[in-house]
């Protein structure tokens, strides 16, 4: 299904808000670290949580960590690592972890493939591995069949996600869809109207989520999408979202 042309219906602040971070809040960068956040987001969001009763979570790639780290003083609910690493609004944390001997033994394998490939980078976020190729594009294929390969050697229930110059290995079932859809069920998001907003391959299942339930799904750029509607950047997300404090 191809996303609709034209832009979403004006936000309001009885929505409950699911947000992807990287390439939807903030833009992409050469390597996981390198990105910045912002203050001019830090308070938007801060203001959009103030406004929707809460109503606005981080549904994100990253590890909870990072995202706390980023954050600075503002608290809000955060999903991590695709859902595998969930803070409700409670402060409660949720986690799906993977089988860790697994784990470990993917790292292994991963070692001289990293050091026959300098533009390969390892991403270890505790319970998913992140196989980066941003600097090295034209190994997607290798890394993409490399990691499929892993997921099944390792026979535990494991997954690839795959992303932009990304392949990640993760525990199957677990995604950013359940993660919209626990939220969903706990105050304040519970009987609200969902928004999801993301930009990656990762996000399609929070859209589908909010799909089932008549929600707003928003792709951020091109590419084919199940999302029902799009913007064009990171630059439209933000005003998108700040048109809900003008009313």
């Known amino acids: 299904m191809t996303v609709r042309p034209g832009p979403p219906p004006p936000p309001q ?5 699911f947000l992807d971070v990287d390439g939807t809040l903030i833009d992409l960068a050469d390597t996981p670290d ?22 606005v979570a981080l549904v994100s790639g990253r590890a909870l960590s990072f995202l ?19 803070r409700d609004a409670a402060g409660r944390l949720w986690i799906h972890a993977a089988p860790p001997a697994a784990k470990c033994a993917i790292t292994q394998a ?37 990691m499929l390969r892993l997921a099944a050697e390792g026979g535990a229930g494991l997954e690839v ?13 677990i995604d950013k869809g359940t993660a919209v859809a626990e939220y969903l069920a706990e105050s304040p998001f519970r009987g609200r109207r969902p928004v999801f907003i993301g930009d990656d391959l990762n996000d ?19 590419g084919r999408s199940c999302a029902r509607f799009r913007l064009g950047d990171v630059a439209s997300v933000r005003r998108w979202l700040a048109d809900a404090l003008k009313g």
């Open 110 to 146: 991963l070692a001289p493939v990293l050091a026959r490939h300098s533009g390969l980078l390892l991403e270890d976020k505790g319970l998913t591995l992140a196989l980066h190729y941003r600097l090295a594009p034209h190994l997607a294929a290798y890394a993409h069949r490399l």
């Open 68 to 86: 706390e780290q980023r954050l600075g003083t503002l608290r809000l609910p955060l999903a991590g690592q695709h859902g595998m690493e969930r």
């Open 34 to 55: 390198a990105v910045r956040v912002d203050t001019a987001l830090l308070d938007l969001i801060a203001r959009l949580h103030r406004a929707s009763g809460g109503a």
């Open 204 to 222: 399609e299942h929070g859209f589908a989520e909010v799909n089932k339930l008549e929600g707003i799904s928003i792709k951020v750029g091109k």
């Open 13 to 17: 602040v009885d929505w409950a808000y």
């Open 161 to 173: 996600q795959f992303g932009k110059c990304v392949a990640e290995l993760k525990p199957s079932g």
